[in-house]
Each structure stands twice: as structure tokens, then as C-alpha cells.
């Protein structure tokens, strides 16, 4: 039976918009520190009233913990005059942060430090070339790319309040200003986070060139194998070769060695470039600017220019919502996974492992051991991966110990405070929320709605990415969540169902993006929809119906 004692004392929830299905070993050993560390230092930079968003990892499944500035810490309680302090201090930053605009400080150093260097760090380490390390080199590369991930873990969330605060703070000042319900103001901000779209500023090189080379927009769209389909590509077109190399360590979806790179899917590559060759990037902004003029005129006039100056802010940052995450961890992850499964090529080489992809159901302890003759066996790896697999098909508690209390009324705090904690409690919720179970009756499924309208089709129940590469035109997919690899294939989907998230996770960014509907965090559309299905999406209610 499994043990789902919580991490520590009060009550956990589990994200399951970022990591619904048991994680490998590796990433209990490198997450946790980072993310905390991360989230404590930008709390306290903001004035925010809690110490941390805390993780823990169960079972491979990952759990958070609002934690309070005032919780006791390795001395022992704070006194009241250690608390009226720092909740002073706090107060003070709050304001400050408001005044000074300070999210704007943490994107000047985002463009001109981080995302610089983590791009040159991450091409530098991908660039390697295992063939020429000998099994101490290797050892050391793998203490490298592991000591980077956890930096880059870090990284992603020092940078989450200049994410979130100022999308967070639009949507509800314009919800007061307006009448109208804070979820959809997110709606003004589509097309304005290019990374998030169909061609992002790292592609655009590489499209203007294929769409000047008849030859080369043929091998985006032929048949025959994508492998030698890309590299025909990448040696027809030097940018097409450069633009891989920049990211063909990246992820394609979630945050665990597991998932696959994007290198390891030159169907999606080509996929991406095929999408892009016809896409008008404009479309979502143009959207994006009706929606916004046409809230504006419902905006009392003496606080129009307050609107414009909230709706500046939030979409100026709003691309460092995914910029965070694609050019942080993402890209470290999988430089991970590649020297995992380097580790394991030279273990079934040597005839110690069955098979190399046993090596990411190592911890790091274990597969640095494994690459001087040591470590666990077949059997063990492989037992460990049934696990995992396991516990990923029946699924985590969403919550572990008490139920959560109510969040104290924002309301009862100082004007500053509540207008921070309020802005990054509703847009912590519209990310990691979803329903608190299950409903609808027989034939219908209800979830959040994420993106407006109206749409049937066929679903497409998507559990794997050769089941994304099925995908027929018009379908409607049917997931447990989106990442990054859904991009490829936008062309091809008429709306979106998901299990997890709420109305700012990725399915719903994407469909808004792409002006399709979608209804997310169902908790159960997977178990109830198969492919085949006809299903009538409703994206402005949340519901599905299973109409024959």
C-alpha cells in the first residue's frame, strides 16, 4: 500500500498542473532546494507575507505549502516584537514595490544577465561531445549538469513575482474597474509573450530563410522520415542547424529526465517550422488590443490612464511567464537527460543494463556510481520504473494532512499588502487550480474555462507524444496537461480539454493565443473521454458534452 504521509506538519496540495505524474528519482535530489530557495528569496524581496511556496516531493509527486514569514524557524518561535518587525518591513517593501515598479529591475536583469548567460551556459554544455569524455569526465560532467539544474531551478522562481505581480494586479484592478470577472482580462494579454506563441523570437531566423528555399519549406511538409528530413534541413539551412542546436536540449513538456528533448523529436521540429510558415503572429495581438480597447470603454473616465498604465506593466512582463521556465530549468533538465542517458548506453554497453533508459530512474547518487562499474541492476531500475509508472496511472492525493484553511480576508490588511497578496494569490490559483472534483452528470464533463467559444469535433485522447502525432485536423485534444510540445501541432487543434490547471496554465495561454476554445482542470476528462468521441466544447462555461 502506498504511504501518503505528508512532508511535514499542515496541509500539502498537490501541482498537478506542472507535474501530474510521479517524477524520477533524480528529480527529488535536484528540485526541491532550488525551487525553495527561489520563492523564499522573491517573497522577501516583495514584501510578500509568507516565507516561501514550499516543495516537497511524495511518491515522485510534487506538493506545496503556503508558508508564513511568522513561522518559527531553527531557533525557535518569533517573539511579537521579531514578527511587528518584519511584518513592518514587509509593509514598507509592499508599498515600495508599487511605487518604484520594481518587477521592472528584475526584467532589465532577466534580459541583460540571465537569459544571456543561461542560453550561452546551456549551448555550451550541450555542445559536448560524450564520445571524447572518459568515464571520470563523464562523472564530472554529470556533477555539472546537475549543479546547473539545480541553479536554474533557482533561477525560474527568484523571478516569479516580477512574473506574476503585475499580470496578477491588471486582472483584478481591471475586474473592479469594469464590473466584469478578473479571469477573463487575461484575454488583452494574448500575443504579447512571443515565446509563448507559434513562432517565438528564437525561430524567426530560421522561418525567413525556409520560407525563401522552395526545397526547404518541401522537406517541412513531406513525407518520409523527419530524422532525415531535419537533418537534409539543418544542412540546407544553417539557421535551421543553429536553431537546434539552441534548443534541442530543451524539454518538450514538464520538468522531469523522463520527457523527452526536443532533439529527440524532429517530427515536432519540423512540426513547429510548418506551423510557423503560415502563421500571422499579429493575430493574437490584434485580438488582444479589440479586447482591451473595448474594455477601456468601460473604465470610468477618471481611471482610464490608470488602465493603460496597469495594462502596459502587465504585458511588458508577461512574457517572462514562460521565458523563466524554457530558458531556465527546462534547459537544464535536459542536459540531464542526455548525460543520464549517456551513462546508460555505456552500462548496457558493458552489459550491466538490460536497457540505457534504465538510467533515469536513477538518482544522481547512483548513476555517477554506475558509470565507475557500480550502481543498481536491471532488475532494481526496472522495478523502480514499474513503480513509477504505477503510481502515475493511479494518480496522487490532491491534498496530504489537514484541510487547507481559508486564506485571511486581504481586506483586513494594509492598502499595500492587500494589493499584492491578493494579485499573487489569484494568479497562484489560476495556475495550479482546478477543480475540487469531479462534476457533471452523464455525457457531460465540467471544468474551468479557460478560452472562450464554441466548437465539435472528435476527440483526441493524448497520453504520450506519438498519440499528439496522431492528431487529425479539427480534433480536439484531450489531455492530462499541455507543454510546449502541443506548439507543433496548433495548426491542427479545435479546442482543448485537460484534467489539470486553471485559466493561466499553458492549455489556456495556447488556446487564447490561437483564438480556440478550452476548458481545463476537469480532473477526470481523461477517464471519461476517449478518442473517437464527438464532444461540443463550450470554452465560456466550462463545459463538455459527449454527444455520440
Given at each position: 500500500?502506498?504511504?501518503w504521509?505528508?512532508?511535514?506538519p499542515?496541509?500539502?496540495q498537490?501541482d ?10 533524480s ?8 525551487f525553495?530557495r ?5 517573497f522577501a524581496?516583495y ?11 511524495v511518491n515522485g509527486f510534487t506538493?506545496?505549502?503556503p508558508q ?8 525557535g518561535?518569533l517573539s511579537?516584537?521579531?514578527i511587528?518587525?518584519e511584518f513592518?518591513?514587509r509593509?514598507?517593501l509592499?508599498?515600495m514595490?508599487?511605487?518604484?515598479k520594481?518587477w521592472?529591475q ?5 534580459d541583460n ?9 546551456h549551448?555550451s554544455?550541450g555542445?559536448?561531445?560524450f564520445?571524447?569524455?572518459d568515464n571520470?569526465?563523464l562523472?564530472d560532467?554529470v556533477?555539472?549538469v546537475?549543479?546547473n539544474?539545480s541553479e ?7 523571478f516569479n513575482m516580477?512574473?506574476m ?5 491588471f486582472?483584478l484592478?481591471?475586474?473592479g474597474?469594469?464590473?466584469?470577472p478578473p479571469?477573463p482580462?487575461?484575454?488583452?494579454l494574448d500575443g504579447?509573450?512571443?515565446?509563448s506563441?507559434?513562432m ?11 520560407r525563401?528555399?522552395?526545397a526547404a519549406v ?5 513525407d518520409g522520415?523527419p530524422?532525415?528530413r531535419?537533418m537534409s534541413?539543418?544542412?540546407l539551412?544553417?539557421e ?5 542546436r539552441s534548443v534541442?536540449f530543451?524539454?518538450v ?5 523522463t520527457?523527452?528533448?526536443?532533439a529527440?523529436c524532429?517530427?515536432l521540429?519540423l512540426?513547429k517550422?510548418?506551423v510557423a510558415l503560415?502563421a ?5 495581438r490584434?485580438r ?6 473595448e474594455l477601456?470603454?468601460?473604465?470610468p473616465h477618471e481611471q482610464?490612464?490608470?488602465f493603460?498604465?496597469l495594462?502596459?506593466?502587465a504585458?511588458t ?5 514562460d521565458?523563466?521556465g524554457l530558458?531556465s530549468?527546462m534547459?537544464?533538465?535536459g542536459?540531464?537527460r542526455?548525460a543520464?542517458?549517456e ?10 543494463l538490460?536497457?540505457a533508459d534504465?538510467a533515469l ?12 562499474g557500480g ?5 532494481v ?6 513503480r513509477?509508472?504505477?503510481l502515475t496511472s493511479?494518480?496522487?492525493p ?5 484541510p487547507?484553511?481559508?486564506p485571511?480576508?486581504?481586506?483586513q ?9 491578493s ?5 497562484i490559483?489560476?495556475i495550479l487550480?482546478q477543480?475540487?472534483a469531479p462534476?457533471g452528470?452523464?455525457g ?6 479557460a478560452?472562450?467559444g ?6 483526441r ?6 498519440d499528439?502525432?496522431a ?10 496537461t ?10 491542427l487543434i479545435g479546442?482543448?480539454v485537460?484534467d ?8 489556456g495561454i495556447?488556446a487564447?493565443?490561437m483564438g480556440?476554445?478550452a476548458?481545463?482542470?476537469t480532473i477526470?476528462?481523461t477517464s ?6 464527438i464532444l461540443k ?6 463545459e463538455v458534452?459527449i454527444?455520440?
Amino acid at each position: 500500500m502506498t504511504d501518503w504521509t505528508a512532508p511535514a506538519p499542515g496541509p500539502w496540495q498537490q501541482d498537478s498542473a506542472h507535474t501530474p505524474v510521479s517524477q524520477a528519482a533524480s528529480m527529488a535530489d535536484i528540485y526541491p532546494a532550488g525551487f525553495n530557495r527561489g520563492f523564499s528569496e522573491t517573497f522577501a524581496r516583495y514584501g510578500v507575507l509568507l516565507d516561501r511556496l514550499a516543495m516537497a516531493t511524495v511518491n515522485g509527486f510534487t506538493y506545496h505549502q503556503p508558508q508564513p514569514f511568522d513561522m518559527p524557524g531553527p531557533d525557535g518561535p518569533l517573539s511579537e516584537e521579531q514578527i511587528g518587525a518584519e511584518f513592518g518591513r514587509r509593509l514598507e517593501l509592499a508599498a515600495m514595490v508599487f511605487e518604484t515598479k520594481l518587477w521592472r529591475q528584475d526584467l532589465e536583469q532577466w534580459d541583460n544577465e540571465a537569459k544571456p548567460n543561461s542560453i550561452d551556459r546551456h549551448r555550451s554544455l550541450g555542445d559536448v561531445d560524450f564520445a571524447a569524455l572518459d568515464n571520470e569526465q563523464l562523472a564530472d560532467h554529470v556533477r555539472r549538469v546537475v549543479e546547473n539544474t539545480s541553479e536554474m531551478v533557482y533561477q525560474h522562481h527568484r523571478f516569479n513575482m516580477a512574473a506574476m505581480l503585475p499580470v496578477g494586479d491588471f486582472a483584478l484592478q481591471a475586474s473592479g474597474m469594469t464590473g466584469r470577472p478578473p479571469e477573463p482580462m487575461l484575454a488583452a494579454l494574448d500575443g504579447y509573450s512571443p515565446v509563448s506563441g507559434i513562432m517565438p523570437d528564437d525561430m524567426r531566423a530560421a522561418i525567413d530563410k525556409i520560407r525563401s528555399n522552395p526545397a526547404a519549406v518541401e522537406l517541412c511538409a513531406g513525407d518520409g522520415d523527419p530524422q532525415d528530413r531535419l537533418m537534409s534541413l539543418r544542412a540546407l539551412v544553417p539557421e535551421v542547424d543553429d536553431y537546434v542546436r539552441s534548443v534541442g536540449f530543451r524539454l518538450v513538456d514538464g520538468f522531469d529526465v523522463t520527457n523527452p528533448t526536443v532533439a529527440e523529436c524532429p517530427d515536432l521540429i519540423l512540426g513547429k517550422f510548418f506551423v510557423a510558415l503560415d502563421a500571422t503572429p499579429g493575430d493574437a495581438r490584434a485580438r488582444a488590443d479589440q479586447f482591451a480597447a473595448e474594455l477601456r470603454t468601460e473604465v470610468p473616465h477618471e481611471q482610464q490612464v490608470i488602465f493603460d498604465e496597469l495594462l502596459h506593466e502587465a504585458r511588458t512582463m508577461y512574457r517572462l511567464r514562460d521565458e523563466r521556465g524554457l530558458y531556465s530549468d527546462m534547459s537544464a533538465i535536459g542536459l540531464v537527460r542526455w548525460a543520464l542517458l549517456e551513462v546508460g548506453r555505456r552500462a548496457e554497453s558493458d552489459g550491466r543494463l538490460e536497457d540505457a533508459d534504465l538510467a533515469l530512474d536513477a538518482n544522481i547518487d547512483e548513476a555517477i556510481a554506475m558509470i565507475g562499474g557500480g550502481g543498481p541492476s536491471t532488475e532494481v531500475l526496472s522495478q523502480r520504473r514499474a513503480r513509477r509508472l504505477e503510481l502515475t496511472s493511479e494518480g496522487a492525493p490532491r491534498f496530504l494532512g489537514p484541510p487547507p484553511p481559508a486564506p485571511p480576508p486581504a481586506d483586513q490588511l494594509p492598502a499595500p499588502l492587500a494589493r499584492l497578496m491578493s494579485a499573487i494569490g489569484f494568479l497562484i490559483e489560476g495556475i495550479l487550480g482546478q477543480m475540487d472534483a469531479p462534476a457533471g452528470e452523464d455525457g457531460v464533463v465540467i471544468g474551468i474555462p479557460a478560452s472562450a467559444g464554441t466548437t465539435e469535433g472528435t476527440a483526441r485522447l493524448i497520453l504520450s507524444t506519438e498519440d499528439l502525432m496522431a492528431l487529425e485536423p479539427g480534433e480536439i485534444v484531450v489531455a492530462p496537461t499541455t507543454g510546449e510540445a502541443f506548439n507543433a501541432m496548433l495548426h491542427l487543434i479545435g479546442g482543448i480539454v485537460t484534467d489539470h490547471g486553471s485559466f493561466a496554465c499553458h492549455a489556456g495561454i495556447i488556446a487564447r493565443e490561437m483564438g480556440f476554445p478550452a476548458v481545463v482542470g476537469t480532473i477526470d476528462a481523461t477517464s471519461r473521454i476517449a478518442s473517437g468521441d464527438i464532444l461540443k466544447l463550450d470554452g465560456s462555461t466550462g463545459e463538455v458534452h459527449i454527444i455520440g
